[in-house]
């Protein structure tokens, strides 16, 4: 079924050959639903197009809507100073709406060429999941759902890392416990046993860091040894010489080099060493906590209903990363300092110098990126690569791009960073080495105990079964979370509000979840009292029911629109607005009380905005009940 615009695109750059001599491109061209207190169904915007046309605005939308109004479902035309408000026939909206009912594929778009690549999710084995990677993950399953829906193709994956100073400090936190526990021992998940013992660490870490920061302000440096005391000392002295207004930042950086010079930092780059050098006791706890963890987040994911294409491990890839920075070496795009480390100078990029690899040999993480990269392209030979990370780290996908490109690697112009915004509370920012987090599975836990305590206060799951009941609970619960994180714009921060986020009656994802089960209650009375619901002919259609057409006709567009903006808040508003329509005809017209003609046509029309939001929520990754 061809799209409307897409006639439209067509006859209009027709029109331009032949009247105006020009060849204009159809992104030149810009359509827009009809406000309602204009007579129209789609505006173009002609403004764009006066250059071409060299007419004052209403001359050229005079001359272009003259010659649309000879098509055959253009009805007629109106000119508002510089936009042509356009008027569909009837007769059109009638078949284009039996077509969109017959179509099972409606809203699909064409099958491209292009392979993208999303990883998502990218959790750290030293804690559990929270409420910053549910967001990671909604929108990292969201984005390839609309994209799949556009018709590319399309894999999932999820890098863990897994290794790193991050992990030896849940391992060395462990490891001086008392007792040691296990999680069977504790009573814990994996992950979170593993979250807990990473906290330790930092009241460990603490609790060496105040006495030593103290000392070195006073100017005894007797406790550091000589490796770091002479950074240490430096740092003292600009902290103390420094103006008011600068010593601050000056003894933020000074309690940083503090921590790193503490015994227990000192331990865990140690056991960082000893587990690249190959250590078997190393290994094995990095294996057994690792497992303990995965254990845990496979749960985590069920709950939440995402998966992947493929998992890839930083311990598989950091040494491939290692190889491409003796690579950069040999071929001049990166330097040797006279410590060892390794590093490139972006400076003519207008940023600065990075560090690739540290002087004891040990990698950063933007080496194992590099090494996966490569891993990647050789399973997948994507044309792009979207990577799903929030935007404290804009600046290392930068610096990962060009040290691609500089390498010479084919897919380093299709790396594209989905930036997105945090997470905020109430309470403030999370923190995971401080225990502040809202841990993911506890969320969904709360979102689902929240959406019960809403339906039976409301009476909605009386004649349920207790599954029934369970089943409905979780669907609003998760449909919720993922509505509320999804409808903003991926790029802004987020407060987020439980309470707020299921409400029967707002912007939420259980109004749209309420709107769908209401025409499945429609759709099981109509199959009641008829065999078959049949649509072929229509004789008439009112207003509303053409608005619902309209807004059903933007279906299509709207999966074209999010997926190449990467932004899924597209399909959400979408959603809801037809939601919101829906129950707006539900409420003006009769659906039963009619002849069985308009009966089957409202029935059928019902069905479709059904489909539609099914269809649309599943695409981002939330189901809808079939009763409620």
Known sequence: MENLKEQLVKSITDIFKRTFNTDISSHELTFNETPKNFVGDLTLVVFPLLKYTRLNPEASA????????????????????????????????????????????????????????????????????HLGHIRNNVLGYAVAGVLKAAGYQVNTCNLVNDRGIHICKSMLAWQKSKDMPTPESAGLKGDKLVGHFYVEFEKLLQSQTQ???????????????????????????????????????????????????TPIMQEARAMLQEWEAGDEDTIALWKKMNQWVYDGFAVTYNSLGVNFDKIYYESNTYLLGKDIVNEGLEKGILFKKEDGSVWIDLTDEGLDQKLLLRSDGTSVYITQDLGTADLRYKDFAMDRTIYVVGNEQEYHFKVLQLVLKKLGRPYADGIHHFSYGMVDLPSGKMKSREGTVVDADDLISDMIQTAQESSEELGKTDDFSSEEAQNLYKTLGLGALKFFLLRVDPKKRIMFNPAESIDLHGY?????????????????????????????????????????????????????????????????????????????????????????????????????????????????????????
């Open 62 to 129: 005079q001359t272009i809507g003259k010659e649309l109004a000879q098509l055959e479902f253009v009805k007629d035309f109106n000119v508002v100073k510089g936009f042509l408000n356009l008027v569909i026939s009837d007769d059109y909206w009638k078949d284009y709406f039996i077509a969109a009912y017959q179509n099972p594929n409606f809203g699909k778009g064409k099958t491209k060429k292009t392979k993208i690549l999303i990883e998502y999710s990218s959790p750290n084995t030293n804690k559990p999941l």
């Open 211 to 261: 006495p030593l920061l103290k000392a070195a302000i006073q100017q005894d440096f007797s406790s550091f040894q000589q490796a770091d005391k002479k950074l240490i000392e430096a740092s003292v002295f600009k902290y103390l010489q420094a103006e008011d207004n600068k010593k601050e930042d000056l003894l933020d950086t000074l309690k940083t080099h503090v921590r790193n010079a």
């Open 508 to 628: 939420t994802g259980p109004f749209v979840q309420y709107s769908y089960a209401r025409i499945q209650s429609i759709y099981r009375r109509f199959l009641k009292e008829n065999h078959d619901l049949i649509i072929q002919d229509i004789q008439d259609i009112q207003t509303i029911e053409k608005e619902l057409i309209l807004k059903i006709a933007q279906y299509p567009t709207v999966i074209e629109l999010a997926a190449l903006d990467l932004n899924p808040a597209k399909l959400i508003d979408y959603t809801y607005e037809l939601a919101k329509l829906y129950n707006k005809f539900y409420s003006e017209v009769s659906i039963f009380n009619e002849s069985q003609e308009v009966t089957h046509k409202r029935v059928a029309l019902s069905v479709l905005c059904g489909r539609i939001i099914k269809d649309g929520f599943n695409t981002l990754g939330i189901e809808v009940p079939e009763r409620m």
